[in-house]
């Protein structure tokens, strides 16, 4: 496995792959991976070359969020993207994504304001010029995301069909924890008690998704889902809410047709935590089974 650090190298390997008719994927990630991000190597492996980022993106962290603490290792990180099948790791430093004092920026309106945009202003600006600026250094065919951050890959298929960016977007399932709780990298910063107790969370969005499927109101079951979140001891809630997916719009009465998110954000301590289930609708089925060459996470 090769290991590319510098921009203008990982440029020209990538023109060079693709003279030679390789097709590229790429997997972005912010490093200390898990089950999670090997995950989405797995989801490339129908592509000639698998290319994994490694880079804790600092525009994408507001003042007073975790980049400082956010958890790094960079060697462990190559081992096991090598051993899960990835051809490059591309580790770029934060100087030389930035260094030139960019006045550029790459944003996505409106639906970025909305679930974690709300509290993390400025947070998609950072996602979606980075992974531009990624998109352009890696040249890849296909980007795989995880469901995990699931407004986050809402973002990116609106930019990547607003600015007419040649690059198919896939979509893989969140992998869980056997208790449940969705893999990140921010789970081992949780105090032992904490961790016990966050599994609630991804039992609570189950349980309002299949309680949900026998007929019972939204609103309500959400009502109720904020109130059990705010009594798992050691969380303070941040949001849950359902939204349209993924145009992430507010759901209207009578939307039967829509895919249905059902997302939340909880903070354990100084650790923020998302989560989510995915609901589809009709009309969200029928599309899956248009797209076959793609995979997505319903
Ligand atoms: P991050 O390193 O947290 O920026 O994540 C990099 C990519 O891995 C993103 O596309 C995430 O959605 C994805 N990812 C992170 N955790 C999971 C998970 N538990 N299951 C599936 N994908 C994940």
């Known amino acids: 496995m090769e290991r590319i650090q510098n921009i203008r190298q990982m440029q020209e390997r990538a023109e060079s792959l693709r003279l030679s008719g390789k097709r590229i994927a790429f997997v972005p ?13 797995d989801a490339a492996a129908d592509c000639d070359i698998i290319i994994v980022s490694i880079f804790v993106n600092p525009t994408q962290f507001g003042p007073g969020e975790d980049f400082e603490s956010y958890p790094r290792d960079l060697e462990r990180d ?27 920026g790459v944003e996505v309106a409106s639906i970025t304001e909305v679930l974690c945009g709300a ?8 996602v979606t010029t980075v992974l531009t600026k990624l998109f352009h250094i890696v040249k890849p065919h ?31 399932p969140i992998v869980r924890e056997s208790d449940g ?17 966050a599994a609630r969370l991804s039992q609570i969005l189950f349980g309002i998704r299949d309680v949900f ?8 079951l959400l009502e109720e889902g904020r109130a059990a979140i705010r009594k798992i001891p050691g969380a303070s809630l941040e949001y849950l809410e359902a939204r349209s997916y993924p145009e992430l ?50």
């Open 213 to 220: 499927a026998n007929g019972e109101p939204l609103d309500k």
């Open 78 to 104: 190559i081992a096991l993207a090598e051993g899960r099948g990835a051809h490059i790791v591309f580790h770029p430093s934060a100087l030389d994504m930035y260094g030139g004092d960019p006045l550029t």
């Open 142 to 172: 296909v980007a795989v995301f995880g469901q995990k951050d699931a407004q986050q890959a809402a973002v990116v298929l609106k930019m990547v069909e607003d600015l007419n960016m040649d690059i198919r977007i896939r979509i893989a």
């Open 249 to 298: 719009q507010a759901l209207k009465n009578k939307d039967s047709d829509a895919n249905i998110l059902i997302a939340l954000a909880a903070r354990f301590g100084k650790v923020r935590l998302i989560d989510n289930v995915l609901i589809p609708g009709e009309s969200g089925r029928k599309e899956h089974e248009k797209a076959p060459g793609e995979r997505n996470a319903l």
């Open 181 to 197: 709780l969705a893999m990140s990298s921010r789970n081992v910063r949780l105090e032992a008690e904490d961790r016990k107790n």
């Open 119 to 126: 509290s993390r202003k400025g947070h998609f600006r950072g």
């Open 29 to 41: 990630t912010m490093g200390y991976l898990h089950e999670g991000h090997l995950s989405l190597i």
